[in-house]
Each structure stands twice: as structure tokens, then as C-alpha cells.
């Protein structure tokens, strides 16, 4: 199944080696709808992770009263969606305000042909010493698709369809 995935660089701009750029998959979490606000935790969006587990807390305390657990329980699911399916956008966002830079956006199957499509067209430099790295091998996608595939026929990133 095809994913997006956001490559971020640092705010002083890429390093020579691309160690600190971060890829991120824009998509669902399991964990984060298991877990919402530990996986908040974990991805240290502290404000986001008080909130999911305040409104955890109240939907947990309506379930026990009488005649309000389906408030309660509803309340709790909600959270719970809304840290699965924006979750990820939680940290992108976070990171962004940091100053971190949005510098592409690639669909694939797998993080791994993310990355080598990413850095397919960029030469990095190893840290040892200062010679440009071997180039990355073109990467073919074996299933004969072309272009950006999303699911339902939507807009795509480009704005074509």
C-alpha cells in the first residue's frame, strides 16, 4: 500500500551527510490509537498529550456513571481517532514551528524506497573524509505504476488528478 512520506532538514539547513534529516509517514498509527497519549509522550508533544488523556480521563469517568457510557466511551474512541489519523501531523507541525523545513514529499510502499527515492537526486558526502558518496541507485518500481498514487482518485500532491 502506497504511503507519503515528508522528508524534514534541520533549520541550520541539511548537513553534508543527511544524518539529521527525518522522514516522517503521513498516515494512521496503531499505536497511536491504542496509546494516544503515551505515544503523544513519546513523540514529546506534551501540550497534545495532556489534552488526549484529560479528555480520556472524562470519557473514562462518564462510562461509569449510569446512563453515560455511550458518552463516555465515544469520547474516549474519538481521542483516540483523532491521535491515530493526525498524529503524525501533530509532529510534523511541532517540528515546523521549531523551524524544521518541509523539503519533499515522495509516495511509496515502504520507508525504504522513500528514502532511496529521496536521495536518489542528492549527493551527500560521507563524514570520514569529505568525498562525495557513490551515487544512490535509481530505484525502479516494480509494479509499472506512474505518477502520484492516492486512494479514491483525490487531488494529488501536485494538483493533478
Given at each position: 500500500m502506497?504511503?507519503?512520506?515528508?522528508?524534514?532538514?534541520a533549520p541550520?539547513?541539511a548537513?553534508?551527510s543527511?544524518e539529521t534529516t527525518?522522514?516522517?509517514?503521513?498516515?494512521?498509527t496503531?499505536?497511536?490509537f491504542?496509546f494516544?497519549?503515551?505515544?503523544l509522550?513519546?513523540h514529546?508533544?506534551?501540550?497534545h498529550?495532556?489534552?488526549?488523556f484529560?479528555v480520556?480521563?472524562?470519557?473514562g469517568?462518564?462510562?461509569?456513571?449510569q446512563?453515560l457510557w455511550?458518552?463516555?466511551?465515544a469520547l474516549?474512541?474519538?481521542a483516540?481517532?483523532?491521535?491515530?489519523?493526525?498524529g503524525?501531523?501533530f509532529?510534523?507541525?511541532?517540528l515546523?514551528?521549531?523551524?524544521?523545513n518541509e523539503?519533499?514529499?515522495?509516495s511509496?510502499?515502504?520507508?525504504?524506497?522513500?528514502?532511496a527515492?529521496?536521495?536518489?537526486?542528492?549527493?551527500?558526502?560521507t563524514?570520514e573524509?569529505g568525498v562525495?558518496a557513490?551515487?544512490?541507485e535509481?530505484?525502479?518500481?516494480?509494479?509499472?505504476?506512474?505518477?502520484?498514487?492516492?486512494?479514491?482518485?483525490?487531488?494529488g500532491?501536485?494538483?493533478?488528478?
Amino acid at each position: 500500500m502506497t504511503s507519503s512520506y515528508l522528508f524534514l532538514t534541520a533549520p541550520d539547513g541539511a548537513d553534508a551527510s543527511h544524518e539529521t534529516t527525518r522522514v516522517i509517514r503521513d498516515g494512521f498509527t496503531l499505536l497511536g490509537f491504542f496509546f494516544p497519549w503515551l505515544w503523544l509522550l513519546a513523540h514529546r508533544l506534551w501540550l497534545h498529550a495532556i489534552v488526549a488523556f484529560l479528555v480520556q480521563a472524562v470519557g473514562g469517568v462518564l462510562m461509569e456513571r449510569q446512563g453515560l457510557w455511550p458518552a463516555g466511551f465515544a469520547l474516549s474512541l474519538a481521542a483516540s481517532l483523532i491521535v491515530a489519523l493526525e498524529g503524525q501531523n501533530f509532529r510534523i507541525r511541532n517540528l515546523a514551528a521549531k523551524g524544521w523545513n518541509e523539503d519533499a514529499v515522495v509516495s511509496a510502499d515502504s520507508v525504504d524506497e522513500a528514502e532511496a527515492i529521496y536521495f536518489s537526486d542528492i549527493e551527500t558526502i560521507t563524514q570520514e573524509d569529505g568525498v562525495p558518496a557513490p551515487e544512490w541507485e535509481r530505484h525502479q518500481r516494480s509494479t509499472g505504476r506512474h505518477g502520484n498514487t492516492t486512494s479514491l482518485g483525490l487531488f494529488g500532491f501536485d494538483g493533478g488528478r
